[in-house]
Each structure stands twice: as C-alpha cells, then as structure tokens.
C-alpha cells in the first residue's frame, strides 16, 4: 500500500501544483450537446498551464501541457481514474472511493469543473456580464473569487482571484466526437507503458 500511495499522491501532488482550482456547479452543461462538451483554457499562477478537456456524462479525458493526462469514466457506482504521465510512461488506475479513502478529496467535479468550492458555498450574482464571452459574472461568498459562467453550458470561462485573472477558458463547444476513455488507456497500454493499480493496495477487501 505504502508505495501505491507514494506513486499516486505524487501524481496527483503535480497535478494540484498545476491546477488552483476544482469543482464547479455545472449540472446542466450538456444541454446543448447530447454527446458531449469540449473546452480549451489556461491556468495562471507561479507557472502557466494549459488544458483541454473532452466529457461527455459518463467519461472525460483531461490533458495538460506539461506531460499528465487524467481519464475518468463511470463504472458501476464508482469513478475510476487513470492518471497518465506521459513523462514517466506511467499509468496509475485509482477509483473515487479510494481517493476518499487515502484522504484525497478529488472528486469528478473537481476534474471536469475549474473551480474549488466547498459543498453549501454561495455564488453571488452580479449586475455586470461579458457578452462576448457569453457569461455572468458570479462573486464567491466571503472569498475574493470571481467566476464568469457561461450560460449556455454553466462551466466557467474566467476566474479572478483578488483581481488577478487565474483562469481564462478559451474554447468551449459542444462537440459530437470524443475520444473514449477505454481508447485513450488501450493506446499508452500498447505503447508499453508501465501500469500501476492502486487499488489493489488502498481497497480494504484486497488482503
């Protein structure tokens, strides 16, 4: 278990540096496309990242620029993720319920959404709006964080942080073609990269 837990913890450990944000309210960000939703942007902080991500209800693939790729798809009650660096040639297979388990707090929402907000947490509208974005800026409540949502697929398209600008979505579209998550993992597999699955360790029933 220790050495899963090592492996996934610095996966994830890169991926958080990158990223400054999870989980955004967006239950209705497929109602203009019954097959999916496709989106480009990049993160602002002590180094720039960018991003796209491909979901659809039931799957996405989430790629960055500097080497880590992270698949999710629904199987039977659970989310299962793969987090793939390319850099490594690695591929760490982990499920939703042993994230929780080993105290990491990662949630599918945190990886298809762009910003961290606490369950019961509050957006605020506000009177402006960005038109040539198609958005409505929202404040967070008690937090100096600012969110423009898109209101055709409700999933942010810019985030302030006390008035800096830490995310910009570039592109965002329904789209009728993505790549399944089974495809994605099935092509770095016969490319021979190494596979770890942290589950056999972290689950509780695996002796």
């Not at 180094?47 to 199987?75: L, P």
């Not at 660096?85 to 994230?99: A, E, G, P």
Request: some cysteine.
């Amino acid at each position: 278990m220790k050495n899963s837990r090592f492996v996934l913890t610095a996966f994830l450990g890169t991926l958080l540096a990158s990223v400054a944000f999870g989980c955004a309210p967006a239950a209705d960000k497929f109602a203009a496309s019954s097959n999916g939703v496709y989106m480009e942007g990049t993160y602002f902080g002590e180094k720039t990242v960018t991003f796209t991500i491909a979901q659809t209800k039931n799957e996405f693939v989430k790629t960055y620029d500097n080497g880590i790729q992270i698949v999710g798809e629904k199987k039977k009650g659970d989310c299962v993720y793969y987090i793939i660096d390319t850099n490594k040639r690695l591929i760490t297979k982990v499920s939703q319920s042993n994230l929780y388990r080993i105290g990491m707090f990662l949630d599918w929402n945190a990886m298809t959404g762009l910003i961290n907000l606490m369950p019961g947490t509050k957006l605020m509208k506000e009177r402006e709006s960005d038109s040539g974005s198609a958005c409505e800026w929202y404040r967070v409540e008690n937090k100096k964080t600012r969110i423009c949502m898109n209101t055709e697929f409700n999933l942010p398209v810019a985030i302030e942080e006390n008035g800096i600008t830490v995310e910009r979505t570039f592109r965002l579209e329904g789209s009728d073609s993505i790549t399944s998550a089974e495809s994605v993992v099935a092509k770095y597999l016969r490319q021979s990269y190494r596979f770890v699955d942290a589950d056999e360790d972290i689950s509780p029933d695996v002796d």
